[in-house]
């Protein structure tokens, strides 16, 4: 069973930056790309980043376009830094892990249990 542990998260201002860090560990063998998703309260999770195993292609929604990068710095680690934070990027961040980036939605195949980031303005 493939299992996602973030880390990272955490209280911060306006503007401000953060890491979030995501360990993949279990039998990752087909799962080639993992990326990370937020949700505000009330809202639906979003797609926020997505990068290939070899980290060759990645893939960003456009509101944290040029603010945030994902990398991967192992096979099975993927990396999110947050800069310029706004108040609307409050929100439980999850980390995922699917076949494809096609794949890497709402329903893709593992989830971690999430980590809270909240930027106050």
């Known amino acids: 069973q493939v299992r996602l542990v973030e880390s990272g998260g955490g209280l911060v201002q306006a503007g401000g930056s953060l890491k979030l860090s995501c360990a993949a560990t279990g039998p990752t063998f087909g799962y080639y790309v993992m990326g990370w998703f937020r949700q505000a309260p009330g809202l639906e999770r979003e797609f926020v980043a997505g990068i290939t195993a070899s980290g060759g292609i990645t893939k960003y929604a456009d509101s944290i376009k040029g603010r945030f990068t994902v990398s991967t710095d192992a096979k099975n680690t993927v990396n999110l830094q947050m800069n310029g934070l706004k108040p609307e990027d409050t929100g439980i961040y999850f980390c995922?892990?699917?076949?494809?980036?096609?794949?890497?939605?709402?329903?893709?195949?593992?989830w971690g249990q999430g980590t809270q980031v909240l930027v106050s303005s």
């Open positions: 995922a892990a699917a076949r494809t980036l096609r794949e890497l939605t709402a329903s893709a195949d593992y």
